[in-house]
């Protein structure tokens, strides 16, 4: 009897491994190394404007996908991030300048301060949910900017403080064509290893605690110890991206990180997914090609009547943070599981076309 080839119509996953898998199809594993390469050539055919672009996406989406972790896959909130996003970034650039540290080994171990930090305010804020957890975080945000502004000996006070250029083997990082290279290497790395940490046993812990804390308990998880743990890994992928920022910038100032920063943060990966990797990074695009566009969107309206009836020009920094709360609203209203579900959507649509139905 002649046999039969089975073609499977779908998700078709007969093993544990197979859902858990990073890439779930050889396609997709394919495509993201080509968009890697791809973006490895950036350097070679865009400008400094465009570059500049891309290395912000970098660092702010490595600290937005800490965000996300807490956020989206604990189930906690914050509204201080942008404060842990300082302390890496001053806690780099005070071991480089003070001790000498180089600075590639300094923004791991700012990492690790931050992570200290942000543990320090998550063991109490562990034990709190809701609003309560809310005005937490809030506090946590002045205490740190508070620190910021006093502690001249740690960030220069309200002068702010120079950074070294990043350097490797004598190299200096120091143009948007060198240091592209810097943020696009240190987001793949902290990309993989959010996506696995997602696979491990502490990672499902931490979507488990989400989804129902209860449930999770009776199985055995301990809450606060996850908790805590969210927001550790949290302020490490914050002290990750800021350190970037500082060495990047090679000035840190304490008026960048206030509690609009830290709003910006959540819209990030509101807009991206809230639960999804994949989404951190989208929603960070967004946020940060959403000014573009309305600065390009004011230039094209220069000198029409609506330009002269609202003046925009001189209100170009009140449309960009209305623009925000709008996009937040938005998403939230039609898309609540945020650019990240919709692209999914699509691929569902054109991998069963004309059956997608």
């Excluded at 970034?89 to 590639?104: E, H, M, Q, R």
């Excluded at 639960?275 to 000014?291: E, K, N, R, Y």
Aim: with cysteine; net charge neutral; charged share 10%.
């Amino acid at each position: 009897m002649a046999s039969t080839n089975m073609i499977p119509c779908g998700d078709f996953k007969t093993s544990y491994a197979a859902d858990t898998t990073i890439f779930p199809t050889v396609t997709s594993r394919n495509a993201v190394i080509l968009g890697i390469l791809l973006l490895a050539a950036a350097p070679l055919f865009l400008d400094a404007y465009w570059l500049n672009l891309l290395i912000q996406i970098g660092y702010l989406g490595i600290a937005a996908l800490g965000l996300n972790i807490l956020v989206g896959f604990t189930g906690q909130i914050s509204i201080g991030h942008s404060a842990f996003f300082g302390f890496g970034a001053f806690s780099s650039a005070y071991l480089s300048n003070s001790y000498g540290v180089p600075v590639a080994l300094a923004i791991p171990l700012a990492a690790l301060m931050t992570t200290v930090v942000g543990m320090v305010f998550g063991v109490p804020a562990a034990r709190l949910k809701g609003l309560y957890l809310a005005i937490a975080t809030l506090a946590a945000q002045y205490i740190l900017q508070d620190f910021f502004a006093r502690a001249e000996w740690f960030t220069g006070g309200v002068a702010g403080t120079m950074a070294e250029p990043f350097s490797l083997f004598g190299f200096a990082f120091d143009t948007d064509q060198s240091f592209f290279y810097v943020a696009l290497a240190a987001t793949v790395v902290m990309y993989l290893l959010a996506t696995n940490l997602m696979r491990t046993r502490d990672g499902r812990a931490l979507v488990a605690v989400r989804d129902h804390y209860l449930s999770a308990e009776i199985m055995g998880i301990n809450l606060t110890k996850y908790r805590t743990m969210s927001f550790g890994i949290s302020a490490f992928y914050a002290g990750i991206g800021g350190a970037l920022y500082a060495h990047y910038l090679q000035y840190v100032s304490v008026e960048g990180f206030t509690i609009l920063f830290s709003i910006q943060f959540l819209g990030m990966i509101i807009i991206g997914g809230l639960g999804s990797i994949m989404g951190s990074l989208m929603g960070t695009a967004f946020m940060v090609l959403l000014p573009e566009v309305m600065q390009a969107l004011t230039d094209s309206l220069a000198g029409t009547s609506l330009d002269r009836a609202l003046n925009l020009k001189d209100s170009l920094a009140f449309l960009r943070e209305m623009a925000i709360g709008v996009a937040i609203i938005l998403f939230l209203v039609f898309e609540p599981d945020g650019l990240a579900h919709r692209w999914r959507q699509i691929k569902a649509y054109w991998k069963l076309y004309p059956f997608s139905h």
